[in-house]
């Protein structure tokens, strides 16, 4: 399987912005269904966003619609996450994930290749 590599993690203020980056190695990132999940200290990891192979189609949970912006640049084998007016809520440990089986979009089990994560702290 994959191994997926996050980046952009870090410490922000409340109402500020970040940016999650994750690399996918492979000819198969433009076939593969892309997400991002997060889990926060003590809790069940939680699927955040997805976004369909070819970019058209994305999906959010309701905690970050109109926050947060999936994207991705088949050329280049990167997905993005656009987290703006982040809250302290939204402190986790942030995964990408890639799954080539296009149910994975709505079916998060389906995911088979993650990365290792990277650390999102917002603080009050």
């Known amino acids: 399987q994959e191994q997926l590599v996050e980046s952009g993690g870090g410490l922000v203020q409340a109402g500020g912005s970040l940016r999650l980056s994750c690399t996918v190695p492979g000819r198969s990132f433009r076939f593969s269904v892309m997400a991002w999940f997060r889990q926060a200290p003590g809790k069940e990891r939680e699927f955040v966003a997805g976004?369909?192979?070819?970019?058209?189609?994305?999906r959010y949970a309701d905690s970050v619609k109109g926050r947060f912006t999936i994207s991705r640049d088949n050329d280049k084998n990167i997905g993005f996450l656009q987290m703006d007016s982040l809250k302290p809520e939204d402190t986790a440990v942030y995964y990408c994930?890639?799954?080539?089986?296009?149910?994975?979009?709505?079916?998060?089990?389906?995911?088979?290749?993650w990365g290792q994560g990277t650390q999102v702290t917002v603080s009050s």
């Open positions: 976004i369909s192979s070819s970019g058209v189609t994305t």
């Open positions: 994930a890639a799954s080539t089986d296009y149910r994975s979009l709505y079916n998060v089990g389906l995911f088979a290749s």
